[in-house]
């Protein structure tokens, strides 16, 4: 019920306010009124994060991926100012502690902590305060290199690797936005779900609300004769008694205490109104043929024509909630497929499918699409903004005038591209396009689409992408 094309505009929705409100972690800032110790401390300081940094691209797995590389403390390291004019200083040279390497490589791949890590690689916010606690701060090597800086000292020293600790915590800190990112995606399509059921049950309400109607109206002091003999088509429509009928539905009902009746009786009585106005509904009651096919194309062009078109309909589910404007036109579709399945399920009890309404998800991979797709965007982020940047550079675009809609959709794009290997490399090329369409600009369209091109021929020139 929920489909990919929802969950990828979900995505990259809450990634564009993820990445615009999400605590930046940085490296710190040279210490002002610095003494001579605090030159030394930060120096090492620097040089413990260049030396992490080292020691996380030289040790590779036989599959030739780096998996301390790609942890998210090493690439927000990589994306920091202050590390990039610290990698361009060594850029022509060794680092001083640059002899460690070697050693400490060896050490931490023998090491139980990172055979853990590799067991479980999600867990990679803890494995470089483990390793610089049990190994870099540790180390003989590095402490008889630090005598050599200028202004060596032992509080120094302790204060660089204090720093060190403030930086993890600022670094988990920042992290901890990512479990909020995910939390309102899972409301987001938990949202959705609510809905669909909401729609679905539709139907039943209005058709209630006619049955009230027409009571009062045999109950008049000076009934007339359609008072007390009512065509009764329109509440017996067999649509309706399977709707309401259905255990699921009066489940979800019943769990998420969900009753138009009772929360907004004004807006089924607008909505009946509407639709016994209407000239299907008197085309409808006028047939004298009564049957399950005519009942639900009855409701499926009444949903279609009348309610998913009200505007006074759509404003009040606007209000609702912030998650509806995207998914209203999809889940309408769904409740119109829903009630062909109510027909199918009824004609045929043995047909393919065991329940008419839709599972929340198709399959498993479904129901974790979602979830993956934010987590390695948020921590591939740095890498694929550097794969868009370089695209840029060789075409001469100025990445600073790039619309950041643009760039969320496209790091989302290439998360998917890179990492689903399930999902045809056009396929997703044509969905976010779309994305861009109809949530950037105008011309996003097209200029995602023309850089997409250019960073995946990049990609594939480079080995990095084999589809």
Same mark, same amino acid.
């Given at each position: ?187 987001? &399509? $938990?949202?959705? !779900? +609510? /809905?669909?059921?909401? =729609? *679905?049950?539709?139907?039943? #309400?209005?058709?209630?609300?006619? %049955? ?48 138009? &009746? $009772?929360?907004? !009786? +004004? /807006?089924?009585?607008? =909505? *009946?109104?509407?639709?016994? #106005?209407?000239?299907?509904?008197? %085309? ?70 065991? %329940? ?112």
């Amino acid at each position: 019920m929920i489909n990919r094309v929802l969950i990828r505009i979900k995505v990259v929705q809450l990634l564009y306010s993820y990445f615009l409100v999400q605590n930046n972690f940085s490296v710190q800032s040279s210490p002002s009124a610095p003494t001579k110790e605090k030159r030394f401390a930060y120096s090492l300081y620097l040089d413990y994060l260049y030396l992490m940094m080292d020691i996380a691209g030289s040790i590779n797995q036989r599959t030739r991926n780096s998996p301390l590389y790609e942890t998210r403390f090493i690439q927000r390291l990589i994306a920091d100012n202050i590390m990039k004019s610290v990698s361009s200083r060594y850029s022509g040279g060794r680092s001083p502690l640059d002899p460690c390497v070697d050693d400490l490589c060896e050490r931490i791949k023998n090491s139980a902590i990172y055979k853990n890590f590799l067991k479980d690689p999600k867990a990679d916010s803890k494995i470089w305060p483990e390793l610089f606690r049990h190994f870099i701060s540790v180390d003989p090597r590095i402490s008889s290199i630090a005598e050599g800086y200028p202004n060596y000292s032992l509080r120094g020293v302790d204060r660089a690797k204090e720093m060190i600790t403030q930086t993890f915590a600022d670094f988990a800190s920042s992290q901890d936005n990512i479990l909020d990112g995910l939390a309102d995606l899972k409301t987001s &399509l $938990e949202k959705a !779900r +609510e /809905l669909y059921f909401r =729609l *679905l049950m539709l139907p039943i #309400e209005i058709t209630y609300q006619r %049955e009230v109607e027409l009571d009062e109206r045999r109950h008049r002091y000076m009934a007339s004769d359609d008072d007390l003999n009512p065509n009764p088509k329109f509440i017996d429509n067999e649509l309706v008694k399977l709707l309401s009928e259905n255990q699921e539905i009066k489940d979800y009902a019943e769990e998420k205490k969900i009753s138009w &009746l $009772e929360q907004d !009786r +004004e /807006l089924i009585r607008h =909505l *009946l109104k509407k639709i016994l #106005e209407s000239d299907l509904y008197k %085309e409808y009651m006028s047939d004298p043929v009564s049957d399950l096919h005519q009942d639900c194309e009855f409701w499926r062009k009444a949903m279609r024509g009348v309610i998913l078109s009200d505007p006074d309909f759509l404003e009040i589910l606007e209000t609702m909630s912030v998650f509806w404007n995207d998914d209203f036109d999809i889940m309408g579709e769904f409740v119109l497929k829903t009630f062909r399945r109510f027909e199918e399920k009824a004609s045929d009890p043995n047909c393919k499918f065991k %329940e008419p309404v839709l599972p929340m998800y198709k399959d498993d991979e479904d129901a974790k699409f979602g979830r993956e797709l934010f987590e390695i965007t948020v921590k591939k982020h740095a890498v694929y903004r550097g794969y868009i940047d370089e695209a840029l550079n060789k075409q001469h675009w100025d990445s600073d005038r790039l619309a950041y809609m643009d760039v969320v959709i496209m790091e989302t794009a290439l998360a998917e591209i890179l990492n689903f290997p399930k999902i045809p490399l056009q396929a997703s090329l044509n969905e976010y396009i779309e994305i861009a369409k109809c949530y950037s600009s105008g011309k996003s369209g097209g200029f995602v689409h023309g850089l997409l091109a250019n960073v995946i021929a990049n990609l594939k020139e480079s080995g990095k992408l084999k589809k």
